[in-house]
């Protein structure tokens, strides 16, 4: 006999409200044989056809007017491959039946992805192109454990949640189906019956493609395959090598001048990538290029965390990008954001009606800043989506190295609140345990799985040991962004020179600490926005004291211990602050007057000085690389240091920040000989007044300085220079 799913079963399917409709729907054994249920909404005839001989074996009877078809086949016993031959509208299709297949997952993914120790969750969960028995299609897996009912929808079933609800695997909270015949390109959605009851559309959190704004699917998209890394790539990336990153916001770098338009992808690789190379960076370090929603955001509030943003271009696009930079000799930097995310509705917030991704105390999962969610970082999977997402990018798109967004924000559950908005942590302190757990958890596992993976952070506290490895209580990031540097230097230099005497220690202070970590000295995207002007703005005097003081600065930071950073338009004093809706102001390179075009010969002499002085990096997180040699010469505001590489060849650097000439200035020296001048930013090259030392300078045996031999120097105004001796 037929065992016939009763009325009040057959109600609750169509809709949606019936949990497990693979134990209805498919090919079951019953006492009379076989017995195949199809819910095929408004279809008007089904047959059963035998895969291995063609025939049909046996017509469906609609058992409900909506589209619930029944049929026995009494002389079989064993399941067997079949497809259904069905009519909609006067139309034949013959399709397979996504209810025969099996259960996807295997046990040891269930248990790596419930533990949080799953390396690359992204191999599973999202869509996956696969065949399955022979059959093409695409395996869907999505965790929603508190949802009623996951449907996957799309182009492919008319957007229509009753056709193919998804099988839930209750030990892990993972709903799946095999869906046969869906193709690469395709749109799709998860429709989710929450545990309000309510139906909402959401995007896969996994999806490897998602639609442009406005629009919100998710694509079928292949898995990108493994990039191999080179040795060169991860020695290009270590504490002993140059570093120079450029920072780039892809939309506002340059613009197609007809039509204000973004360039692809295509055409970054081409013009970027030679303007990169051309201006001597050896990175390039891109903010947020994950799927988002809002523009204005500039990429850190992203959505589709496994997804290349389609502005641009398609993820073949952006790989083949990257590839380029590799080829170039450039390595790439990825600005990552595992910090908060927006709460759009078609994204993670209330993802299945509960507070899945998020944490649900509003003191705890709202950040007031930005008007986002923070991610539970105490939940396995959320901690194995934002991980997996970090090897996602650095293996299957050879990213180099991450970024990662204002770590403050989550080491800290009372960030940018008042006393009584914040909840502390088990022990009563302010520090987000699970957070930091995360950050030591992801770090450590790149750096053993991934080797030549680096992270680099964006932390703008004192919190301790930020580049520590963690087993030494500290974070596990390779460099940390030195915020307390740039903000002290940039506040000196926005002095009057007759005033800078005041605030001399300024630009020493930085020292005092710079051993406690691996710093990048950044001047980022954040200084040149929300009213702060551009870095040439905040320089005082007349249009001349104003390049000339840029240019000095330049030169303190690229001889200063530590990486550097700059960002895009500030190599060539980008006079306006930046504006993500429009391009760079290139034409400012044109100008007559050679200021901008100057600055910008001067970034690029800096970056390849750099690469060719070991001096200037080799040592950079070691004592012995550097020694002061004028410290406290305040009422002349100048400053002289040495750097030193690995074999104790020595490089001196002398920056003048006052508009007087210094003739005669005397400095002591531990290495007597003949020196050269090498890079001077008040050359004429640059647009300076072309003073300095030219051709050999001679060191004399007169103590200065707490040494028994010195140098006799012309210190140009507003200007730093590079001496290097010879021999």
């Known amino acids: 006999m037929s065992v016939l799913p009763d009325q009040h079963v057959i109600n609750q399917i169509f809709s949606g409200h019936y949990a497990d409709p693979f134990s209805v729907l498919g090919m079951h054994q019953v006492a009379a044989g076989l017995e195949v249920r199809a819910l095929l909404p408004d279809a008007s005839q089904v047959w059963v056809i035998d895969t291995q001989s063609g025939k049909k074996v046996a017509e469906l009877a609609r058992r409900d007017e909506r589209g619930f078809f029944v049929g026995v086949m009494p002389r079989r016993k064993k399941t067997f491959r079949y497809q259904l031959e069905v009519i909609w509208n006067d139309e034949t299709y013959r399709l397979d039946d996504p209810y025969r297949f099996g259960p996807l997952l295997q046990e040891l993914d269930i248990w790596l992805l419930s533990e949080g120790t799953h390396l690359r969750p992204y191999e599973r969960l999202g869509a996956h192109l696969s065949s399955l028995d022979n059959v093409d299609g695409v395996s869907f897996m999505v965790w929603a454990p508190n949802a009623m009912r996951v449907s996957v929808v799309g182009e492919f079933n008319f957007w229509d949640g009753r056709r193919h609800p998804m099988r839930f695997r209750k030990e892990s909270g993972i709903w799946e189906l095999f869906l046969p015949a869906v193709q690469r390109g395709q749109t799709y959605k998860y429709e989710i019956i929450d545990s309000n009851g309510n139906i909402v ?112 271009g398609s993820p073949d696009e952006f790989k083949a990008f990257v590839d380029s930079a590799h080829e170039a000799g450039i390595n790439v ?21 509960t507070a899945l991704y998020e944490y649900a105390d509003p003191r705890e999962g709202y950040h007031q800043d930005w008007n986002t969610l923070i991610y539970n970082y105490g939940r396995h999977e959320v901690r194995n989506y934002l991980a997996g997402n970090a090897f996602y990018w650095i293996e299957r798109y ?39 757990a995360f950050l030591r958890y992801t770090n450590q596992t790149l750096g053993k799985e991934l080797p030549g993976a680096v992270t680099l952070a964006e932390e703008s506290t004192d919190y301790p040991g930020v580049t520590l490895p963690p087993d030494s209580n500290g974070l596990g990031f390779h460099y940390k962004w030195n915020l307390g540097w740039m903000h002290d230097t940039l506040n000196y230099l926005k002095n009057d020179p007759v005033h800078r005497k005041h605030h ?64 895009m338009g500030c190599e060539f004093a980008q006079g306006r602050e930046w504006n993500f809706d429009t391009s760079l102001d290139w034409h400012l390179l044109e100008g007559h007057d050679g200021w901008h075009s100057g600055v910008q010969n001067l970034v690029r002499d800096l970056n390849h000085c750099y690469q060719q002085q070991a001096p200037l990096y080799e040592l950079d997180f070691e004592r012995q690389g550097f020694e002061w040699l004028v410290v406290n010469d305040h009422e002349n505001s100048i400053y002289a240091f040495l750097r030193r590489d690995k074999s104790g060849r020595e490089l001196i650097a002398v920056s003048n920040f006052t508009p007087v000439p210094r003739y005669g200035y005397r ?47 012309t210190i140009p105004p507003l200007a730093t220079i590079y001496l290097i001796k010879e021999g």
């Open 201 to 312: 559309l959401k995007a896969d959190p996994y999806a490897f493609e998602a639609q442009m704004r406005p629009e919100t699917a998710s694509l079928v998209s292949p898995l990108p395959e493994k990039v191999a890394t080179t040795a060169e790539r991860q020695r290009s990336n270590d504490f002993d090598r140059p570093i120079s990153i450029y920072e780039v916001h892809l939309g506002s770098w340059r613009r197609h001048t007809d039509n204000n338009f973004w360039l692809s992808y295509g055409e970054l690789a081409k013009q970027l990538i030679d303007y990169v190379k051309y201006m001597g960076f050896t990175h390039i370090e891109l903010m947020p290029i994950n799927e988002h929603p809002f523009d204005g955001s500039w990429g850190y509030q992203p959505l589709g965390m496994y997804a290349p943003t389609r502005r641009f």
């Open 333 to 353: 930097i990825l600005d990552w954001v595992p910090g908060h995310f927006p709460s759009d509705n078609h994204g993670l917030a209330q993802f299945d009606g």
């Open 398 to 436: 050879g990213i180099d190295a991450l970024r990662v967004d204002a770590v403050a924000s989550m080491i800290y559950r009372d960030y940018s609140r008042a006393e009584g908005e914040w909840v502390p942590n088990y022990y009563g302190g302010r520090e987000n345990l699970e957070a930091i």
């Open 504 to 567: 001399h220690d300024l630009l020493t202070f930085g020292m005092l600490y710079n051993y406690t970590e691996n710093f990048v000295l950044p001047l980022s995207h954040d200084e040149v926005v929300h009213g702060k002007g551009s870095l040439l703005d905040r320089m005082p005097g007349d249009a001349w004291q104003q390049f000339a003081n840029l240019r000095a600065y330049y030169g303190f930071m690229w001889a200063h211990p530590g990486k550097k950073l700059m960002f």
């Open 667 to 713: 400095i002591g020296i531990n290495q007597p000989g003949r020196y050269r001048e090498i890079l001077n930013t008040d050359s004429h090259f640059y647009r300076g007044s072309n003073l300095g030392n030219q051709g050999e300078l001679f060191s004399d045996a007169i103590g200065s300085h707490q040494r028994e031999h010195s140098l006799l120097l």
